[in-house]
């Protein structure tokens, strides 16, 4: 979730207090890091602020540490410290934009990364959080009548059969051993257009029985994808490496076929295309062996994979 305490800043510098004392407290806290005694660098950092309250490196590295040893409350009062200063600092905005967002306050969440987006509409991290706050949203929008988690498991896993389909429609669902309503959630217009015999009509049938319940096909999908970004995150906070979730695609210097598969999934970032599985991009068209290979391989050089279909 964090960022490298040494990211650069928005606007100029500001007059500090005594900055050559909390420069002393922050080497300090960064030799105390190093050596993993992070309870050391908390208490050196501290210092650093009752000297410099103002200091950015001071404010932004003390929330990282408190963060990740779960004192949450304190790193947000301190990263709206620094983000909200003059300058505002890049990596405080990001990383309080991820903290509202696991609190649920998405209006402050984006309104951190667009200030972010604002100054630098390419930074591919802010892009990628921007994108899970949005479609966190949209959920909420769409499950305000279904609030109650219980409930719409259950309406996931009810049976297409209960639904008034034709006959034709029905059979092709069931061929395509789609049986519950989570799993029609997981198909894309193109891949049931895709199989014999389902047409149009069929396929206007279905997506106006998913309107009547604010669904829409591919909804699944998404989720699924969202809620693998967020593991990774998870999964990499506090290790330094972090960034590498944000990074683009094109640093993995793919083939033209593959960059090509990629684009028609708006895939955009390695967080992005960590959060697909090999058969999401095996059912691309014109999409092979060859091509599956060569993303995993690229991806493993970065310490990535693509995901599995259970998680």
Known sequence: MSSDPMDMVIGSSTATRDVAAAGKHISAAKQATQSGNRGDAIVELRKALSNDPNNAEALFNLAYQLDLVGEEDEAVSLYERAANRQPAHINALINLAV????RGDLVRSERCLRQVLDTNPNHPRARMYMKDVMGSKEIIVEDEADRDIFKRRALLDTPVTD????????????????RSLGDLLKITEAELLSY???GESSLQEIKAMLVQKNLRLGQGLEDAHRAARRALQDQYKGTGQEQTLGKPVTDLNLSVRARKALQLLNIQTLGDLASHTE????G???????SLTEIRDRLTEFGLGLRKLDS
């Open 163 to 178: 639904f008034e389909l034709s006959v034709r429609a029905r059979t092709c669902l069931k061929k395509m051993n789609i």
């Open 196 to 198: 014999k015999n389902f």
């Open 279 to 282: 058969a999401e991009l095996m």
């Open 284 to 290: 691309i068209k014109n999409f092979g062996a060859t």
């Open 99 to 102: 903290m509202y967002e696991d």
